[in-house]
């Protein structure tokens, strides 16, 4: 026979750790995500110099999930004067980031 307050405690447990490691990861993604990281690259050609261009390159910025300083990021990028600015990777995770996604987009234009 089967004791059932060990497995009401087992369970309980189990449940309790996986809660745990759920929020720990969710935690370090969310702090991760404030934080902005600023690469400079310098590519080397041999054209000439009138041909060079500087590029700014935006990337994962999960709207809605998590948040993402725009001020900041428009600010940083207007500061760099690019010549031209591309954006790669998980832009939005449903409607409401696709909203904030062209809201992001308008405003860095206007900069």
């Known amino acids: 026979m089967i004791n059932t307050d060990n497995l009401i405690i087992t ?7 996986v809660l ?5 990861g969710f935690f370090i993604m969310y702090f991760q995500a404030k934080r902005l990281k600023e690469v400079h690259c ?3 050609s041999d054209v000439d110099g ?3 261009q500087k590029i700014a ?3 994962d910025l999960h709207f809605p ?4 300083r725009k001020s900041e990021v428009i600010r940083r990028i207007s500061a760099s004067a690019p010549d031209c ?6 832009l939005c995770q449903n409607r409401a ?6 809201t992001f987009l308008t405003e860095l234009s206007a900069a």
Do not use: N
Not at 97 to 102: D, E, F, P, S, T
């Open 57 to 59: 390159l935006i990337s």
């Open 11 to 17: 369970i309980g447990i189990f449940c309790a750790s």
């Open 20 to 24: 745990l490691l759920f929020c720990t």
């Open 97 to 102: 980031g696709k909203c904030q996604l062209y």
């Open 42 to 44: 310098k590519v080397e």
């Open 65 to 68: 999930l998590f948040p993402v």
């Open 50 to 52: 009138e041909d060079r």
């Open 85 to 90: 600015v591309m954006i790669a990777g998980d």
